[in-house]
């Protein structure tokens, strides 16, 4: 699976990159993961790409990634450049970002919230495998929380 995550710093890309990246390696699956991000501040963007199960090199080129996650609707069009013809895009709106920190108090719930849309438009990580996960990270009753919502 060739996977692109698009967000702004201090969004929590870099924390959904590694929840999936621990999810697949749980499954024993290899996992090859690359950051490019401007994060000189936050709100920077963060692009990271990720292989899971195939390829010695992290890096994908436009056209060629499976699933691109965007955590902020600013990249729609740079990551479905991105996508291979077959590819999906997963978009956290701003409206879903909004709620969450109205419920949750913090943007970085978001990460947990698009992971359940991703997770439901493929077929290689499980719920059950992301709550494993979940489970162990700091915050983990709002992080479940918010990954339950993601299902809404």
Known sequence: MK???LGIGGMGAISLSKTIAQ????KD???KSTEIHGMAKKGGLVEIYMKIGEGVS????QGDADFAVVLDELYSEYAVSFLNKNGKLIMLSNNDKYEIVEEFGDAKFANSFILKKFIDKQNIITEDDALSVLKNIKQSEKNIEAFKRGAV
């Open 58 to 61: 992290p890096y994908i080129p």
């Open 3 to 5: 996977l692109v995550i």
């Open 29 to 31: 699956m290899s996992v």
């Open 23 to 26: 999810i697949a390696m749980n």
